[in-house]
């Protein structure tokens, strides 16, 4: 596909691909709701009614998340607390989260809201994009856990991406698993190992 060029592996998160929303030449992207007013309103300004949503094959997933928390050393440990529970713990706080950071909370009441995760989108031809993800979020079973090899698992499908790239499509999936494999075995022995 890379040598057809009927894709384009552009390093995620890197303002090369936020800007390629903007652009005319490529039709798909990843979109998380926090997506809508980090990346799409903000490089594709004059974007309203080019858009739309649509639910992958097998419905959507949780692909990211968000934790916060207070640092041992904080030195205003209650505001700290207080500023998480009123964003992430209320009705109030929850609107502005969806509003200013398109991100949902984890507040049952604002599911159980049929109004509260539904707004028509003039980017997307006034789809409802905030039902639809409200509930897939409502519909997602369960989350595999973190783990100590998350971060590494990440590092190296970048790295994949940027060796196909360099490649120009040259490298087969076989030759690249391969790579993958040996670099995380090289950092973790121990998924090698059999119980």
Known sequence: MKQKKTVDMLDYGSPEEAAS???????FFECPAWALSQIIYKNDPDGAGRWGLMLPPGGG???TSASMGVPKGAKNKEGAAAYIKFFQST???????RDYKSSLIPLKAAYEDPEFYSQKDPFFHDQD????FAETA???KGVRPLNNYDQDFEDSYALAVKTI????GDITADEITKTM?????NKHPELMKED
């Open 138 to 140: 409502k519909n997602i």
């Open 21 to 27: 929303c903007g652009k005319d030449d490529h039709i």
């Open 165 to 168: 790239n360099a490649s120009g």
């Open 181 to 185: 494999v040996e670099e995380l075995v």
């Open 61 to 63: 997933y949780a692909g």
């Open 129 to 132: 994009v905030w039902k639809v």
């Open 91 to 97: 009705m109030e706080g929850g609107a502005l989260i």
